[in-house]
T-cell receptor
Framework: NAGVTQTPKFQVLKTGQSMTLQCAQD?????MSWYRQDPGMGLRLIHY???????DQGEVPNGYNVSRSTTEDFPLRLLSAAPSQTSVYFC????????????????FGAGTRLSVL | EDQVTQSPEALRLQEGESSSLNCSYT??????LFWYRQDPGKGPEFLFT???AGEEKEKERLKATLTKKESFLHITAPKPEDSATYLC?????????????FGKGTLLTVNP
């Protein structure tokens, strides 16, 4: 049972380059999300999806795009990388997005560590 | 705006020395409070979720409790393998993004 898988684990980009961070889950989870973690700050929500074909912005969406064509995959795209996007990125998923209980627990991947020079 | 404050920022214990971590929160309506453990270079690992004041949950040497304003993570007789950053997060009712609002974490070091 792989859970939430993120690739790559590490990436170095130059300012202006584009790239896609991959996230896949094998738990048939409805809800998926992307967070970034910066030193001295809590994790912050970038984008989220409540199901295939449905995405929306979180609290820090600028500079990032997402799509969700399948239940399993939720890639995060950086169109033109900036040094301010240097961070650790985590993908998370939960069985459902509404309600209360175990189905609402978000499980995280191991992260992608991104440096933009 | 939902807010989570964790204290202390860092805690150093001797093996076997029990202590507690604090998570104070303000939220419009609490859907759930979550505790995660994060090891260096890894993603947050789910520990507990609490839903209403007075609720308690235990797992090995860890016990989480919840009041209307804060949560405590009690660590009884810790071992070096308990060393990690412990993250607290809240999820609120209402809105559409189901986001977790995280605190900055408490870095726990347990010395042998």
């Amino acid at each position: 049972n792989a859970g939430v898988t993120q690739t790559p684990k590490f990436q170095v980009l130059k300012t202006g380059q584009s790239m896609t961070l991959q996230c896949a889950q094998d738990m048939n989870h409805e809800y998926m999300s992307w967070y970034r973690q910066d030193p001295g700050m809590g994790l912050r929500l970038i984008h989220y999806s409540v199901g295939a074909g449905i995405t929306d912005q979180g609290e820090v969406p600028n500079g990032y795009n997402v799509s969700r064509s399948t239940t399993e995959d939720f890639p995060l795209r950086l169109l033109s990388a900036a040094p301010s996007q240097t961070s650790v990125y985590f993908c998370a998923s939960s069985e459902t997005s509404g309600g209360v209980g175990a189905k609402n627990i978000q499980y995280f991947g191991a992260g992608t560590r991104l440096s933009v020079l | 705006e939902d807010q989570v404050t964790q204290s202390p920022e860092a805690l150093r214990l001797q093996e076997g020395e029990s202590s507690s971590l604090n998570c104070s929160y303000t939220v419009s309506g609490l859907r759930g409070l979550f505790w995660y453990r994060q090891d260096p270079g890894k993603g947050p690992e789910f520990l507990f979720t609490l839903y209403s004041a007075g609720e308690e949950k235990e797992k090995e040497r860890l016990k989480a409790t919840l009041t209307k304003k804060e949560s405590f993570l009690h660590i009884t007789a810790p071992k070096p393998e308990d060393s990690a950053t412990y993250l607290c997060a809240v999820q609120a009712w209402g809105g559409s993004n189901y986001k977790l609002t995280f605190g900055k974490g408490t870095l726990l070091t347990v010395n042998p």
